[in-house]
């Protein structure tokens, strides 16, 4: 809890924009937005700084005490001869980022769009409210899953069992979402939602993943709670990123056809309009493959329990 009071402190409401149109901030000369990305940039260093220093400390933590133990196949390339045991610091300071990260991204996208619901009231209900209105939580989400998907896609690299070409693929993806929304000041109401909600799942799989790299030790409760993690899991992720993701989808390209056709979208962001085509273009892209990946899930669970 207490580094999420860090990353909320870190990611601190950002100055808001000195002009309004239809009650959505616009910068006050010529409708130009000031860039997000050097507006947070302070932020966006803290953050990846604090990541290196959680996993640094995580691995030194493992490399030290070896606290937990690898599954074998995790050590199969692993010299014996060295005369060291296999620990994997690597995963292990990777999980510790990932739980943190997508902790605070998943609470706070929850916490944004079911409970205190500031992405669906401090902004306008029109589409060029949902498209151009400025939202804290949307500005920090960005910021934060910014930072989390520059540092997953470093890692990944270098991590065998996680470099992918998928996963790293996705990584670029939803990071160069993340940067567009808070550059140019697009879609931070769908932010909340694809940045943060979608990210609720994750936290269950991040769990999940560190019993499949650190197994339980036998007789403990660890597989009952991490049964119950993959179970909260295939069900969140259904609901957010399969069904919600879908709907959300649907909104999106339906607020965005309303305000390129007419005109605002030029208005309120002149010259910068082929960044709402991209955002489109991201969204299907992403899409799709969260549909692929619940059909794995789908197809893992049904060969598990039969």
Not at 37 to 50: Q, S, T, V, Y
Not at 67 to 92: I, K, S
Request: net charge neutral.
């Amino acid at each position: 809890m207490f580094i999420l009071f860090i990353l909320e402190s870190m990611c601190a409401p950002a100055t808001t924009l000195s002009a309004k149109e239809n009650g959505v901030a616009v910068a006050p000369s010529k409708h130009a937005v000031p860039s997000g990305f050097a507006r947070r940039k302070n932020d966006i260093l803290f953050g990846m700084l604090l990541q290196i220093v959680v996993s640094g400390f995580a691995y030194w933590f493992q490399k030290t005490e070896a606290y937990f133990t690898p599954a074998e196949q995790y050590c199969a390339d692993h010299d014996e001869r060295a005369g060291e045991p296999c620990t994997r610091p690597d995963l292990f300071g990777f999980q510790c980022a990932a739980g943190m990260m997508l902790a605070y991204l998943g609470i706070k996208g929850f916490t944004a769009w079911h409970v205190t619901k500031n992405a669906h009231n401090k902004i306008p209900s029109t589409p060029v409210g949902r498209i151009f209105g400025f939202l804290p939580e949307g500005d920090d989400v960005n910021v934060a899953i910014f930072c989390w998907q520059v540092w997953d896609f470093i890692c990944s690299s270098l991590i065998p069992e996680l470099s992918h070409p998928l996963f790293l693929a996705h990584h670029a993806l939803a990071g160069l979402t993340a940067y567009l929304s808070l550059e140019y000041q697009y879609v931070h109401h769908y932010a909340v939602f694809f940045g943060g909600c979608s990210e609720f799942s994750s936290i269950f799989l991040v769990l999940v993943d560190f019993a499949k790299f650190f197994p339980a030790k036998s007789g403990t409760n660890y597989g009952s709670v991490i049964l119950g993690c993959q179970v909260s899991f295939a069900l969140a992720f259904f609901c957010y990123r399969v069904v919600g993701w879908i709907w959300v989808s649907l909104n999106l390209w339906s607020d965005a056809r309303e305000v390129l056709k007419d005109g605002k979208a030029d208005i309120l962001r002149p010259g910068k309009t082929f960044v709402l085509y991209m955002f489109l273009a991201l969204d299907a892209v992403l899409g799709t493959l969260q549909v692929y990946w619940f059909y794995l899930i789908a197809s893992k669970a049904v060969e598990m329990f039969s």
